[in-house]
């Protein structure tokens, strides 16, 4: 890189690492970087083994190709808005450890800063970039971005933080502030001449070929920070979103039911404080709604699942989850698993959702409740394929809240009061009560009258034929009875 001009000799540099925090506001790292240097390099890596790789156990694709377009768009994004405050992104593809090590030793940068991450990926590399920079008299500067809170201004350290969402809820609620946003530069100064920006891969580059949307999905995912902004704004103050998410956040087809904005929060195109702080300002002019108050209680539960993922390390990985206590019943069994994970079980609410995630990278919380329990508590199948199968699909996973929701369902996480055992028709009945979720996805069983479609099991030949289905033909028989 070029020697540094006499009369910037002392101006001290700083790399900083971008990593899922897509987003020039509310970044801690940034705010930080700046504090520290005006000459900062912003560099994003594509992690060749996250973007390349396959999942631990099963081998499904790491990232699949709804969220690798997703990551891919959030980046450009990100290089735009620089571009426009005067400085541009550095992206490779490869190992950060040592793409990032290299950029700071050739830039003779002080420091690299980077926003903390907490699991076993993320804090394999973290660990391995500070060794290397230790070396050569570098420092790895941590900042924290992910959160509401600020774990500093818990009213307990990580380790002793309540195990139960109740009891932390109100000890967090009650005691603490949620910060204020941190502010975005007007303009940074640009690159060292010879450091090359590089340029964007494609979709191609990690395996996936291009694909279009399908056009039944709730909502166009486009990553970046600009459109994150945009979906906050359609939920919170053009649509009644936020008003009624009390109420109506179940809905499985109404993009405005819940706000969807959890692909953009899981690669911090935006951050949880700058949509507690424009969910307050809309329950202040609407004098308070519960929706809002329920949405922030989300919020908090991501953070709760965050900490419990800190405190209680990678055993959320495991089947034994948190407490340890794995169930040994579950098998591996490849073809149930296979059923569930193509949509083909027989169970039309579980098949609509899982069609849905295959084709969109999305699925409601209902949709996840319901098919993780179908998988595990009827067809008895080892919950982790589940999860790293969501893993691999959704466009908004995020290793704590993932493996942290299956460890609560399970009963084998932090708080096992939590397992669940669903009426799973029932759940179909009330949350699709007209079928419309099943049918858009299941087209095949699209002619079936309401109380049908959500069984079509109970049909004698006769009620298949005159409504031209055959069920072990046209949709496939049940694998588990849900109507005993
Ligand atoms: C088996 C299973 C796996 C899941 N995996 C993920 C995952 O990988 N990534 C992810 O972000 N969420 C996950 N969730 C939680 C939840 O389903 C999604 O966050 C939610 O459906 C996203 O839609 P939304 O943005 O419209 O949510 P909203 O209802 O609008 O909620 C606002 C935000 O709060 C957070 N949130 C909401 N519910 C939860 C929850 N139960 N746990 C943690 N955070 C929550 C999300 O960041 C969400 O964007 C999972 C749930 C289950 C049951």
New binding site residues.
């Given amino acids: 890189l070029e020697t540094i001009p006499c009369c910037m000799k002392k101006e001290k540099r700083a790399v900083l690492w971008f990593r899922q925090d897509l987003r020039l506001d509310d970044n801690e790292a940034l705010h930080d970087a700046l504090g520290h240097s005006k000459h900062i390099i912003p560099v994003y890596v594509f992690d060749e083994r996250l973007f390349k790789g396959t999942t631990y156990r099963f081998g499904f694709p790491k990232t699949g190709k709804f969220r690798a377009k997703f990551i891919l768009e959030s980046v450009a994004d990100l290089r735009r808005s620089l571009q426009r405050l005067g400085t541009e992104l550095v992206v490779r593809v490869g190992k950060p450890e040592e793409i990032v090590f290299n950029i700071a030793r050739e830039a003779e940068a002080s420091w690299v800063f980077c926003n903390r991450e907490r699991m076993k990926d993320e804090l394999f590399v973290q660990d391995q970039l500070e060794k290397k920079l230790w070396s050569i008299g570098q420092e790895l500067r941590f900042s924290r971005g992910k959160m509401l809170y600020y774990t500093a201004d818990l009213p307990f350290p990580v380790s002793q933080a309540p195990d139960n969402f109740a009891s932390f809820r109100k000890e967090v609620e009650k005691m603490v502030g949620v910060r204020k946003p941190l502010p975005t530069p007007d303009s940074l100064l640009p690159l060292p001449s010879n450091l090359p920006a590089g340029n964007m891969p494609a979709l191609s580059d990690f395996g996936h070929a291009p694909f279009k949307a399908d056009p039944r999905a709730t909502t166009d995912f486009k990553g970046g920070e600009t459109e994150a902004k945009e979906r906050l704004h359609e939920f919170v103050w053009q649509s009644a979103g936020i008003k009624h998410y009390a109420t109506q ?1 179940n809905s499985l087809l109404d993009e405005n039911a ?5 692909p953009w ?2 690669q911090g195109c935006i951050s949880p404080k700058t949509l507690f702080h424009e969910v307050a300002l809309r329950a202040k002019e609407e004098k308070g709604t519960d929706g809002a108050q329920d ?1 922030v209680t ?2 908090l ?2 953070d709760f ?1 965050r900490l419990m993922g800190k405190k209680h390390g990678n055993c959320i990985f495991n089947k034994g989850g948190i407490q340890r206590r794995p169930d040994r019943t579950l098998t591996n069994d490849s073809s149930l698993f296979m059923r569930w994970a193509e949509g083909r079980t027989g169970a039309p609410f579980i098949d609509a959702n899982m069609r849905e995630l295959n084709m969109t990278g999305y699925i ?2 209902r949709g ?2 319901n098919t ?1 329990v179908f998988l595990s508590k009827e067809l008895k199948v080892n919950w982790l394929m589940g999860a790293e199968y ?1 893993e691999s699909l ?1 466009l ?3 290793a704590c ?2 493996y ?3 460890n609560a ?1 399970m009963g084998v996480g932090s708080d096992p009061r939590e397992e669940r055992s669903l009426n799973i028709l029932a759940q179909s009945r009330r949350y699709d009560p007209k079928g419309e979720f099943i049918r858009l996805w299941l087209p095949e069983l699209a002619a079936l009258p309401d109380d049908r479609v959500h069984w079509p099991h109970a049909m004698s030949d006769g009620e298949q034929r005159s409504f031209g289905l055959t069920v072990g033909d046209d949709y496939p028989l049940a694998l588990a009875n849900l109507s005993r």
Avoid: H
Wanted: avoid cysteine.
């Fill in positions: 956040r819940s706000s969807k904005l959890s929060l899981a949405f989300e919020l539960r991501r699942l409601s919380y996840r409740l993780a969501f959704l908004d996973y995020d809240s993932n942290g929701n299956w369902l």
